[in-house]
Nanobody, 115 residues
Framework: QVQLVESGGGLVQPGGSLKLSCAIS????????VGWHRQAPGKEREFVAS???????IYTDSVKGRFTISRDTAKNTVFLQMNSLKPGDTAVYYC?????????WGQGTQVTVSS
């Protein structure tokens, strides 16, 4: 069973930064893509960013220029560097990995942006 474990969430003031990490129990190259979704209170889960097996990255428009997804293939870890955080970024952030017809999910890490 694939396991994904997120870390790095917390409380940060508007304009601040956080870096999320996701440790995956298998090689990143076993998946088509890995990345992050988030779910704010009362809202549906939404896509944030992904990186595919070739290193191509995709971002949702609201985080472009502020968030950066990266990976350490030797450690099977995916990162999400979040800068210039806004209150609207407050959500539970979930790491995922994808193979055809199946996604695997972590347990989520809370990010709260508030003064």
């Amino acid at each position: 069973q694939v396991q994904l474990v997120e870390s790095g969430g917390g409380l940060v003031q508007p304009g601040g930064s956080l870096k999320l990490s996701c440790a995956i129990s298998e090689s990143i190259f076993d998946f088509n893509s890995v990345g992050w979704h988030r779910q704010a209170p009362g809202k549906e889960r939404e896509f944030v960013a992904s990186i595919d097996v070739n290193g191509k990255t995709i971002y949702t428009d609201s985080v472009k220029g502020r968030f950066t997804i990266s990976r350490d293939t030797a450690k099977n870890t995916v990162f999400l560097q979040m800068n210039s955080l806004k209150p609207g970024d407050t959500a539970v952030y979930y790491c995922y990995s994808n193979i055809p017809f199946r996604d695997y999910w972590g347990q989520g890490t809370q990010v709260t942006v508030s003064s």
